[in-house]
């Protein structure tokens, strides 16, 4: 028996989507903090931004962006590290202009905190480096699609109507059956964390791509890859 689970950032924390692959039951859950994290899952794609360069773009970004083309810019540039130090908006921006010439956006500055606590949680435990991978659900959309990317926002109703048909031809009962609070999440949430878990399968089954095919590491010793 092993547990793989597909997780996403949402509103009260993470939301989780976990399967058993031997009697395939899937559970769904909110967590509050990523170290609430099930010790025994052997494998756990997450849609953060993991390994992280001191200073330029990461290769695995620029490549997934291209991959996805109409989608690409779903890619948020990840921060180098030293913006994890930054108190203030402008304090990261003024570290990324110091080190490359490059500021952060605003969609990646808000996800920062988030970026700061997976990043801390596998630096505190190596242990569970080998467990985590960093995953973009367009890009887990876009090869569950026969590798072609989604034709509209996840954002519109027919993005979510396309996103939730992949979905729902695999794990339709699980989806169906979630009954946390709709407060704690919004449906976007809860559909990329059905396709980390899609990816977290294919992983597992040793079937899953990797972006790029052999990843450079940061200088804590985390890929940087993203895997689909």
Known sequence: MAIVAGIDGCRTGWIC????????????????????????????????????????????????????????SSVFPAPIRPMLAAETYVGACGIGTKADGRKISKQTWFLLPKIREVDAFLLQKPERMSQFYEVHPELSFCAWNDFHPMSHSKKTAAGRAEREALVLSRYGEAYRAVSLPKSAYRNDD??????????????????????PALPPRDETGLPMAITA
């Open 190 to 211: 809860l559909l990329d964390a059905f396709a980390a878990l899609w990816t977290a399968e294919r992983h597992f089954a040793g079937t899953s791509c990797t972006y």
């Open 17 to 72: 989507a976990s399967l058993d692959t031997e009697t395939r039951t899937v559970s769904v859950q909110i967590l509050l903090h990523i170290e609430a994290i099930l010790p025994t899952l052997a494998i756990a794609m997450i849609d953060i931004p993991i390994g992280l360069p001191n200073a330029g773009a990461r290769e695995c970004d620029t490549l997934v962006r291209c991959l996805l083309k109409s989608r690409g």
